[in-house]
């Protein structure tokens, strides 16, 4: 495995070793690697975060049968009823779609509802694992400024609107940390959030209101296999998509392998995080522009390592038809 220290606001540290996932109705040990991430978020900026590392897997099994949005597992691991079903995920870490994830919204004793159809087949291997929350995430408020008042808002949490149509789409939610939990904007003042699901293929955008950097550390599994990431485009005009490398290490366009899912005159845009400012736009954003075989833009055009750890992008489809495509990404480091 190829570790390097990320420039400027990035320091990860990747760490090998034994995690035992269990729960009161399933034990199994796995070896899977774990590792450790910071990001440095800047005072009074917008810093554009992803989550490098998933939550470490709770169960590791192997599709016994599927039919749609039910997936059997083998063995008779013995689970309880709906054990899964709030606030997890299953994790294809094998077949013809490996790197995909569903939501779990119910199971039986050796069976998974899925939200959506994953067409796996017998033999296939699978994690569970819960999703990032903003209680877990930032637990306590870690690496945010707790902010003192409802109206005095020191860091603040913008949950992007990825499920929307069109370009520069306004936020979806916005959250802040306050009397020890999370509140949000427009909610009940005595509500609390911390439950609020944070999906592994996107990003968030943390806003420090004040002077002074916070510092967001990740912990948990290091994802080994491929990953598949949906991009959309529409037939109405230009898609963006809201997108999170879930990558431990740098890894440069081009091997990224983003091109092959893209159709000439899509864009890839990103922002420097080591500068500070609020409102990060499209103007001021670095550009790649993909021309059906090659990059241009940026310094280096493909061989620039776009992809940091804990860094969200933005991609900019061109009009085209309604379609959602799956980005097969690889690892750059060895399996």
Not at 57 to 78: C, E, H, K, Q, R
């Amino acid at each position: 495995m190829r570790l390097t220290s990320c420039s400027r606001a990035l320091v990860p540290t990747i760490i090998f070793g034994l995690f035992i996932a269990s729960k009161s109705f399933a034990v199994q040990a796995v070896t899977n690697a774990v590792g450790v991430i910071q990001k440095t978020a800047l005072g009074e900026s917008d810093t554009i975060i992803s989550i490098p590392l998933k939550r470490p897997a709770v169960f590791n099994g192997v599709v016994d049968a599927y039919t749609p949005n039910l997936i059997t597992a083998a063995g008779s691991p013995g689970w309880s009823a709906d054990g899964w079903a709030d606030g997890y995920y299953v994790f294809i870490r094998s077949g013809a779609v490996e790197g995909t994830y569903t939501m779990i919204t119910g199971n039986g004793a050796d069976t998974l509802n899925t939200a959506d159809v994953v067409e796996v087949a017998q033999g296939d291997s699978f994690s569970i694992h819960s999703f990032w929350t903003l209680g877990t995430l930032f637990p306590g408020g870690d690496g945010l400024n707790a902010s003192p008042s409802h109206l005095q808002r020191d860091s603040e949490i913008f949950i992007p609107n990825s499920g929307g149509e069109g370009i520069n789409l306004a936020a979806e939610a916005t959250y802040y940390f306050y009397d020890s939990a999370f509140r949000q904007v427009g909610a009940a003042l005595d509500s609390t959030h911390d439950d609020t699901i944070l999906y592994p293929d996107t990003y968030v955008i943390l806003r420090n209101n004040i002077a002074g950097s916070t510092k967001v550390t990740f912990t948990g599994e290091v994802v080994m296999t491929d990953l598949s990431l949906p991009i959309m485009s529409t037939a109405t005009g230009p898609q963006d998509n809201v997108v999170g490398l879930q990558r431990p290490i740098e890894m440069t366009l081009d091997e990224s392998g983003l091109g092959a899912s893209l159709s000439a005159g899509d864009q890839l845009l990103v922002w420097d995080d080591s500068m500070p400012r609020q409102n990060r736009l499209a103007s001021n954003a670095i550009v790649y522009n993909w021309n059906g075989a090659a990059w241009s833009g940026g310094t280096n055009g493909g061989a620039d390592q776009v992809f940091t750890p804990g860094r969200g992008v933005l991609i900019r489809r061109v009009e085209g038809v309604l379609e959602e495509v799956d980005w097969s990404n690889s690892p750059n480091y060895a399996n």
